[in-house]
């Protein structure tokens, strides 16, 4: 994906793919690194953590659209529901950061409004500090790895609208 609505190059595509390779080989300390070297490259401005995370979120959003539906995008508001494994809802308001910023940015990529994704998605993590910039792409790269790896729902969970 090279998405200029959201500030998203080739080489943030290609960096994303390589982290997801990571994640998809099971090679999670490589993955860390990879994402530490990452987060801690301050060679441009803004940095390539940004673009990358970016590139992340909206993949996790177009891999939800893909297998849920194209109604899962719209101009109002996206609610997303998170089971466990055995089926169980978890309240969304328990997860802790990084868990909660990756929900809340692929909601808004769902939303459709690119230009408030945008400005939602970056300068991202500004406000945090190197392990919580860390932890959140890391999360969300294992997220769009373990979303890639679902089956397509034939009934999914009833939409709000």
Not at 74 to 93: H, Y
Not at 102 to 112: E, F, Q
Request: hydrophobic residues 45%.
């Amino acid at each position: 994906m090279n998405d200029k609505s959201l500030g998203i190059t080739r080489t943030d595509a290609e960096i994303g793919g390589y982290l997801l390779a990571l994640a998809d080989s099971k090679a999670y300390n490589e993955l860390t690194e990879a994402v530490g070297a990452l987060v801690s490259s301050t060679d441009s401005h803004p940095p390539p953590y940004n673009g990358v995370y970016r590139w992340v979120v909206s993949s996790i959003a177009d891999v939800l659209v893909s297998k849920l539906g194209p109604e899962l995008r719209g101009d109002e508001g996206v609610a997303l529901t998170i089971r466990t494994t055995g089926g169980a809802e978890v309240d969304l308001s328990s997860l802790e950061e990084p868990e909660s910023s990756v929900m809340k940015a692929v909601a808004d990529v769902l939303a459709g409004g690119a230009a408030e994704a945008r400005v939602k998605l970056g300068p991202v993590g500004l406000g945090m500090d190197w392990i919580s910039r860390l932890e959140m792409l890391v999360e969300a790269v294992l997220w769009l790895d373990k979303l890639l790896d679902a089956p397509a729902s034939n009934t999914p969970d009833t939409l709000p609208w």
